[in-house]
C-alpha cells in the first residue's frame, strides 16, 4: 500500500508541476503588461475654442434671404454646422465634409451640438448652432428660423509615429 501512495505523489507532481509554470508564467507576464501599460504617455491633447461674434443685421437679411426661398438648408442645424465646418477646417479642403463621422451631442428647440471627427482621428470638431428668439419676428415660425453658428471647439491629439 505504501508504493502505491509513493507513486500517486510522484505523479501529481508531474502534472502540477506545468500547470503551476503556466501560472507563474502569466503572472509574470500580466505584471510586465501592467508596468509598461502605466509607464506610457497618455495622448497630448490641444483645444481651440473659436466663439463667432453675430452680426444681428447681418443675420436677419441672411433670414429674409432664406425666407425668399434660397439657401434653405440654413434652417437644418446639422447642415449649418457642416457648412460652417467647411469654412474653418483648411485641413478638409479636398475631404467631402458628408463623409466625415458626425454624432449629434445634443439637440433643443434653439440649440444643437455637433460633433465631426477627421478620418485620421487626429482631429475633433465639436460645433454649436443656435436659433436666436430674436430672429422669430423675421422668420415668422420657429421651423422657419435659421441656425446660426455660435462656437466651435477643435481639438487635436498628437499622434506618435
Not at 95 to 120: C, N, W
Amino acid at each position: 500500500m505504501s508504493s502505491r501512495i509513493a507513486e500517486a505523489g510522484v505523479g501529481s507532481v508531474r502534472t502540477m508541476l506545468p500547470v503551476m509554470l503556466r501560472i507563474a508564467f502569466s503572472v509574470m507576464l500580466w505584471t510586465l503588461g501592467c508596468g509598461m501599460k502605466l509607464a506610457a504617455e497618455p495622448a497630448k491633447e490641444h483645444r481651440k475654442v473659436y466663439t463667432f461674434a453675430v452680426d444681428r443685421a447681418q443675420a436677419e437679411n441672411l433670414q429674409r434671404w432664406v425666407n425668399a426661398g434660397h439657401d434653405s438648408w440654413c434652417r437644418d442645424p446639422q447642415l449649418a454646422a457642416t457648412a460652417t465646418l467647411r469654412r474653418i477646417a483648411e485641413e478638409l479642403e479636398g475631404v467631402e465634409v458628408a463623409s466625415l463621422p458626425v454624432e449629434q451631442e445634443q439637440r433643443q428647440k434653439t440649440e444643437a451640438i455637433y460633433t465631426f471627427h477627421s478620418l485620421d482621428g487626429s482631429r475633433t470638431y465639436r460645433m454649436t448652432v443656435r436659433r436666436h428668439a430674436w430672429l422669430l419676428p423675421t422668420a415668422g415660425s420657429l421651423q422657419r428660423m435659421i441656425w446660426v453658428p455660435e462656437k466651435v471647439e477643435i481639438v487635436t491629439r498628437e499622434t506618435l509615429d
